[in-house]
Every structure is written in structure tokens, then in C-alpha cells.
């Protein structure tokens, strides 16, 4: 039954969030573990700020803001507002409640507690008991090479909001982090059914993980199945730039293209039904392919798409 199924989800953004909490509806605790990107991190206002793991600490918890998908809802914007009168840097947006959150992680980061332990430990605090692991506690950062020089992600991001062409993302202090210990023990364990790459932005929110020293060869040399959720649609990303960093980077905006991007380590991707024209060429790259909708407007879309996430382990895993 796929809800024995031992499962770890990488995810990054908003839309691997959304999938995660799908996932958290089928599968216990202990089945389920979430493992988030970092490389969105950055320090700000002397905070460190966390993007995907506040995203998905909320969206598990029900507090996220329903309409931005990151950030807290019903926010007062107290400090954001006092902070203008001042002249500061009001550009990213800090709720009242998030500014907690943030000011929470910094003092403890201070005090000498590890990413890995002050994210667990919020995860508790929000009454999520799934294990809850960053990518790395080693400082990742994604950049964005433009026609107007390197940009930090949240300035790409936010501040720019996506506009700047991108000539190349870069990963600074990838050659030297390394995966958490508890990240490096799931990728190196053989009770693993299956890791799942949410349907986040491959180049941005994907790549961090995967590009961790080792991480691309243990997922291929696993003995857990890879599944991959393509968060491309029709030609289209559901959420975010991908599409137009995809057309910047000279790739084909399309489901086969990003199934190609994760040939070396997918075993199985799941399209949409308007995609099921791609399905016979992403089987000639060697990937099994299932088609649904992975759409996810509502809780039940999200429910849905995670048992059919576990519905096609189950069947790659009869097939290894
Ligand atoms: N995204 C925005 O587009 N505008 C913002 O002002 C903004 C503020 C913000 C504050 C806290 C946080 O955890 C996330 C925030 N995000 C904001 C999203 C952030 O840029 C993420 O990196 C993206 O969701 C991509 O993962």
C-alpha cells in the first residue's frame, strides 16, 4: 500500500511546497521526509533569511499566504512601514510575523545552533512532525549572470522582479558545501522507496540540490526509484520564470526538455494530460512516463497528485 512507502521529497519554492503538503496527506510522518533548497538564502537587514524553508514550514502548516504562496497570511506590516520612514530597505517584503520568524533563525544561528537544528526545530514549533532538512548548512547562494552583471537571487528575483535577461545561474560555495549529514544519510541508505523532485524551478530551485557534491550520482546509483513532477505545462510554467529563463538560456520551453535536464537520475516523470502528445519522446530518453493533472489550484489537486506520485513508485517499484 503506498502510504508504507518510505519517502524524501526535494523541494524548493512555492510550487514544490504545494506538492510537499500533498504528500504530508498521504504518508505518515515517518514516511515522508522534505528535503529544501538554500540557495534562495541570503542576509538581510542583518537577518538571514531562509525563503524555501519558511515557504514550505508554512505551506505544511497552514500559515502561508494563499495568494504570494511564500510569507505568512493575515500579516501586519508594522515594521516594514516604520522601517520606510527611516529610509530602509523596504524592497522585500517582511511581515510583522515572518520578521519573527527570521529574527528567531538569525539568534540562534548567533548562538551557534546549525540551519539543520534551527529549521527542525521550527518545523516542531509549527506542529509538523516530518523531518524537515536543508539542503546543506553550508552557505549556498544562487546568482544570476545578466546582461548587466551578477546579481544576487533575491535581487533577480524581488528586487528585479525576474525582468533581466539570464545569461547563467551560478551556485557560490557549491564546491565546498557539503549536504547535511541527515540529507547524506537518506541519499546513502537503502530503505528508501523513493525520492521525489517536487515540481520547483529546475535551474533555480532544483539545481542547488542536485549540484551538492555527490548528490546527481547517488540518486542515479540509488536503490530508490527517482520520480520528477514537471512543473511545465503545455509549454508553460505554472508558477515563476522558468519559462522565460528556459527561452534565455536557449532551451525548449518544455516538459521532454526538463525531463532531459534530469535524465541521469529520473526513472519516472509526470506530465499533464495536455502534455500526453511528449510521453513517446521522454520514453525515448529512457524515462517512464505517467500522465495526469498536476495542476494543483486546490488541497484535494494537491492530494491527488501526490497519490499519483506513490501510485507510480509503486509501479517502478515491482518493475526494479
Ligand atoms: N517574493 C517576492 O516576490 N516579493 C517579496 O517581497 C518577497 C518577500 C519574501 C519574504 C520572506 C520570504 O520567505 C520569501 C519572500 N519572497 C518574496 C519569496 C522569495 O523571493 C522566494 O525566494 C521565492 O518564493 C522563490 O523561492
Known amino acids: 500500500m503506498s502510504k508504507d512507502l518510505n519517502i524524501v521529497a526535494l523541494t524548493g519554492g512555492v510550487g514544490g511546497a504545494k506538492l510537499a503538503l500533498g504528500l504530508t496527506k498521504v504518508l505518515s510522518?515517518?514516511?515522508?521526509?522534505?528535503?529544501?533548497?538554500?540557495?534562495?538564502?541570503?542576509?538581510?537587514?542583518?537577518?538571514?533569511?531562509?525563503?524555501?524553508?519558511?515557504?514550505?514550514?508554512?505551506?505544511?502548516?497552514?500559515?502561508?499566504?494563499?495568494?504570494?504562496?511564500?510569507?505568512?497570511?493575515?500579516?501586519?506590516?508594522?515594521?516594514?512601514?516604520?522601517?520606510?520612514?527611516?529610509?530602509?530597505?523596504?524592497?522585500?517584503?517582511?511581515?510583522?510575523?515572518?520578521?519573527?520568524?527570521?529574527?528567531?533563525?538569525?539568534?540562534?544561528?548567533?548562538?551557534?545552533?546549525?540551519?539543520?537544528?534551527?529549521?527542525?526545530?521550527?518545523?516542531?514549533?509549527?506542529?509538523?512532525?516530518?523531518?524537515?532538512?536543508?539542503?546543506?548548512?553550508?552557505?549556498?547562494?544562487?546568482?544570476?549572470?545578466?546582461?548587466?552583471?551578477?546579481?544576487?537571487?533575491?535581487?533577480?528575483?524581488?528586487?528585479?522582479?525576474?525582468?533581466?535577461?539570464?545569461?547563467?545561474?551560478?551556485?557560490?560555495?557549491?564546491?565546498?558545501?557539503?549536504?547535511?549529514?541527515?540529507?547524506?544519510?537518506?541519499?546513502?541508505?537503502?530503505?528508501?522507496?523513493a525520492f521525489i523532485l517536487c515540481p520547483s524551478n529546475p535551474y533555480l530551485s532544483m539545481e542547488p540540490i542536485l549540484a551538492l557534491p555527490n548528490v546527481r550520482d547517488l540518486l542515479a546509483a540509488s536503490k530508490a526509484c527517482v520520480i520528477g513532477i514537471s512543473p511545465v505545462v503545455a509549454g508553460d510554467s505554472l508558477k515563476g520564470p522558468t519559462s522565460k529563463i528556459m527561452q534565455e538560456l536557449g532551451l525548449a520551453c518544455s516538459s521532454r526538455q526538463i525531463a532531459a535536464h534530469y535524465q541521469d537520475i529520473v526513472d519516472g516523470w509526470i506530465i499533464d494530460d495536455t502534455d500526453t502528445s511528449l510521453t513517446s519522446e521522454i520514453e525515448e530518453l529512457g524515462i517512464a512516463v505517467e500522465n495526469t493533472n498536476v495542476i494543483m489550484r486546490s488541497l484535494q489537486d494537491r492530494i491527488n497528485l501526490a497519490t499519483a506520485t506513490l501510485e507510480m513508485v509503486t509501479a517502478l517499484r515491482r518493475d526494479f
Open 29 to 193: 510522518p515517518e514516511n515522508l521526509s522534505l528535503v529544501v533548497n538554500t540557495g534562495d538564502d541570503f542576509q538581510h537587514l542583518g537577518l538571514h533569511i531562509s525563503p524555501d524553508i519558511d515557504t514550505l514550514l508554512y505551506t505544511l502548516s497552514g500559515l502561508e499566504n494563499p495568494k504570494t504562496g511564500w510569507g505568512r497570511n493575515g500579516e501586519t506590516w508594522s515594521f516594514m512601514s516604520a522601517l520606510k520612514e527611516l529610509g530602509g530597505e523596504t524592497w522585500f517584503q517582511l511581515g510583522d510575523k515572518d520578521l519573527a520568524t527570521n529574527v528567531y533563525r538569525t539568534a540562534a544561528l548567533q548562538a551557534g545552533m546549525s540551519l539543520s537544528d534551527i529549521t527542525q526545530q521550527l518545523a516542531r514549533r509549527r506542529g509538523i512532525n516530518n523531518q524537515i532538512i536543508p539542503m546543506s548548512d553550508d552557505p549556498v547562494r544562487t546568482r544570476i549572470t545578466t546582461d548587466d552583471g551578477i546579481l544576487d537571487f533575491q535581487e533577480y528575483f524581488v528586487k528585479h522582479q525576474c525582468k533581466p535577461a539570464v545569461r547563467e545561474i551560478s551556485f557560490d560555495g557549491i564546491e565546498t558545501a557539503l549536504p547535511t549529514s541527515r540529507f547524506q544519510q537518506l541519499l546513502e541508505s537503502d530503505t528508501i522507496d
